[in-house]
């Protein structure tokens, strides 16, 4: 397999995510992608033993991304601004990738067949989830001290999960509305999850 930074090893993952786009993940074919890529059969297996492992090589280097951004809720000031900015950067992320936000959504149709790919879905959910929870939770002590009061907090792993749940549904809809306007969209996610 080639490495990412090899120059034709990125150009095979964007005609492939074009291909995947275009013919769904089921007609696409290993001849197409390297066709499109300019190599040979051979030179494309030379790179991918599979079409699943592009498929995968695909949705993790998506997932990386995804990661990387998750990461930074911690370098904010405040864990409401590391939320904020999280939801701002994780829709932006995608809204700057059509392709690969279809594609995303095409890889839930095919994952229950391909046991690599629940797993990388699974752990990754498990660490972004973890994240936004542990801001969650900060968000609850901050709240604790500021207040004398006795209030009920909020589930930090319930909210985590409200929360990709509604992201990931906004960006579904993007794919048939585009009259949702971001901006306003991401200030309300904001509102809704964050205050």
């Known amino acids: 397999m080639g490495a990412k930074g090899d120059k034709k090893f990125e150009e095979i993952l964007e005609v492939a995510v074009k291909e995947f786009t275009e013919c769904g993940y089921e007609n696409a074919t290993m001849q197409n992608i390297a066709q499109k890529a300019g190599l040979s059969k051979g030179g494309l297996y030379h790179h991918f033993s599979s079409k699943a492992e592009i498929l995968f090589v695909l949705n993790a280097t998506i997932i990386n991304s995804i990661k990387e951004i998750?990461?930074?809720?911690d370098l904010r000031p405040t864990p409401e601004e590391g939320m904020n900015k999280f939801i701002e950067e994780y829709i932006s992320f995608w809204l700057t990738k059509p392709d690969e936000l279809q594609l995303y959504f095409i890889t839930f149709n095919y994952a229950y067949k391909d046991a690599r790919i629940v797993e990388l879905y699974s752990s990754s959910n498990e660490y972004i989830r973890s994240k936004i929870s542990?801001?969650?939770?900060?968000?609850?002590?901050?709240?604790?001290?500021?207040?004398?009061?006795?209030?009920?907090?909020?589930?930090?792993?319930?909210?985590?999960?409200?929360?990709?749940?509604?992201?990931?549904?906004?960006?579904?809809?993007?794919?048939?509305?585009?009259?949702?306007?971001?901006?306003?969209?991401?200030?309300?996610?904001?509102?809704?999850?964050?205050?």
Do not use: H, W
């Open 70 to 73: 998750c990461d930074r809720i």
């Open 134 to 195: 542990l801001a969650f939770e900060k968000m609850n002590i901050k709240f604790e001290l500021q207040n004398s009061q006795k209030i009920e907090l909020i589930d930090a792993k319930a909210r985590s999960l409200a929360l990709m749940s509604c992201l990931d549904g906004y960006l579904g809809n993007l794919l048939f509305d585009t009259q949702v306007e971001p901006v306003q969209m991401i200030k309300e996610i904001q509102r809704v999850f964050v205050k």
